[in-house]
């Protein structure tokens, strides 16, 4: 019936527009409105719904679409401003963040456009107009923490202000705080994964909560462990907590890595320990067995989750009253640099790399690239051992000629070998 129809492509909407994620459908809606106005500029519908042309059936129709959006990248690129003061000009990819957002638009109505590459020859030509008068576009990457500032962010002093907020750790915000602070010292989480983006935003499933925790007492796997059990962990005993993954940018569907939670092992006397601060929080909210699953791990109260805004004012305050980093400085991390620390402390204890994708939960190589960086001292200790390396391989194109062989004259010998 009509009805039904109706009702069914509603549904059908709703889900193309959650096929992609709510930050991205959001600045996707700024992408539409800059497209609309581009597209009426040039006296043509935004909506490109010629399948003979995005298709190539139709060349000209094809070839027109390719100029279009060439076109639409040079016009947004111009307008545009630069993040930063101290950019010296707008980065041309962030225009063609415009192109591949009017993509997805369609893609959300069923329709597939031609794919841009037209447009994305014209950004190669305008990158290499950048760099021919600007240079090497310097990327600020956040610095790294080490285990010194890390030690004193969990010894910031109680009562310490900062931004006119009081530091406490005697509450139940606090031992949260130390927990994740801990626990992405060790596993290197992102902010998404243990915190909300806003106050409005719900709770959904596919979260971290403390059902997340699975204790490893003496052997034995432990889901909801009692404070007796608690009190007795060991050392000695491997004993510790895994931490089953939620929900991440790079496996919406927990299809990659929920299946493999990551092991976090007790210790009594090390300066940090994820399960030691776990423990804490355990006790801090004293769950029943039924409520695990519907409690977030980290939150401002038992049954609250913090937000970005909450976690990010935590770490600030710890980094600068505790880490001992300068205001001014603060600038220069941000809560990634716990993950960038852990890449880095990996790296440099010299574990291997395919380990360090997996214990950080990369599933390509390119953020291993940018965030797994190399030590001085290590830098060091490689262009020092070039000192006294010997180099003698070649290639097959600089051996001494042999000359053309004779298959005649070594046959009787290949004979004589073989029998």
């Known amino acids: 019936s009509d009805g039904m129809a109706h009702d069914l492509l509603q549904q059908l909407a709703a889900h193309l527009d959650h096929s992609y994620a709510d930050n991205t459908n959001l600045v996707d809606e700024s992408h ?60 041309p990819n962030s225009a063609m963040a ?22 994305a020859r014209a950004l190669r030509g305008l990158c290499r107009a950048y760099v021919d008068e600007h240079g090497v576009r310097d990327v600020r990457r956040k610095k790294p923490l080490d285990n010194v500032k890390i030690a004193g962010m969990l010894n910031t002093p109680e ?31 992102r902010k998404d994964e243990i915190a909300k ?20 007492l003496n052997g034995v796997e432990v889901a909801a462990p009692s404070m007796a059990q608690l009190d ?67 939150g401002p109260t038992v049954g609250a989750e913090f937000t970005h805004a909450e976690v990010e004012a935590a770490f600030f305050h710890m980094l600068h009253c505790g880490g001992g980093v300068p205001e001014a400085e603060l600038d220069d991390f941000s809560i990634h640099s716990l993950r960038i620390f852990v890449a880095c402390a990996l790296m440099a204890c010299g574990v291997a790399r395919p380990v360090i994708k997996r214990l950080l939960r990369w599933r390509g190589d390119e953020s291993l690239e940018i965030y797994a960086r190399l030590n001085d001292d290590e830098w060091r200790t490689h262009v020092r051992s070039t000192y006294a390396a010997r180099v003698d391989s070649t290639v097959a194109a600089r051996l001494a000629s042999i000359g053309p062989i004779d298959l005649e004259q070594i046959a009787p010998r290949l004979a004589a070998w073989r029998a």
């Open 32 to 91: 539409w409105r800059a497209w609309e106005e581009i597209a009426a500029e040039l006296g043509t519908p935004a909506w490109r719904t010629d399948v003979a042309s995005h298709s190539g059936a139709d060349p000209a129709g094809y070839r027109n679409e390719q100029i279009l959006m060439a076109l639409a990248l040079l016009m947004k690129y111009v307008r545009m401003h630069p993040r930063s003061h101290s950019d010296p000009a707008a980065d």
């Open 98 to 119: 415009m192109v591949r957002g009017v993509c997805r638009a369609h893609a959300r109505r069923g329709i597939t456009l031609a794919q841009p590459r037209l447009a």
């Open 159 to 189: 009562g310490a202000v900062f931004r006119g907020a009081t530091w406490t750790w005697a509450s139940y915000a606090g031992t949260a705080h130390r927990a994740w602070l801990s626990t992405l010292s060790e596993g290197g989480e």
């Open 197 to 216: 983006k806003n106050a409005d935003t719900p709770f959904v499933r596919g979260r971290l909560t403390f059902a997340s925790l699975v204790w490893k």
């Open 232 to 298: 007795a962990m060991s050392e000695a005993g491997g004993d510790g907590v895994y931490l089953k993954h939620g929900r991440a940018k790079n496996d919406f569907f927990g299809a990659f890595f929920a299946a493999t939670p990551s092991f976090h092992p007790f210790s009594v006397n090390s300066p940090r320990c994820a399960a030691r601060a776990l423990r804490e929080l355990e006790r801090a909210a004293a769950l029943a067995p039924a409520a695990r699953a519907s409690t977030p791990l980290f």
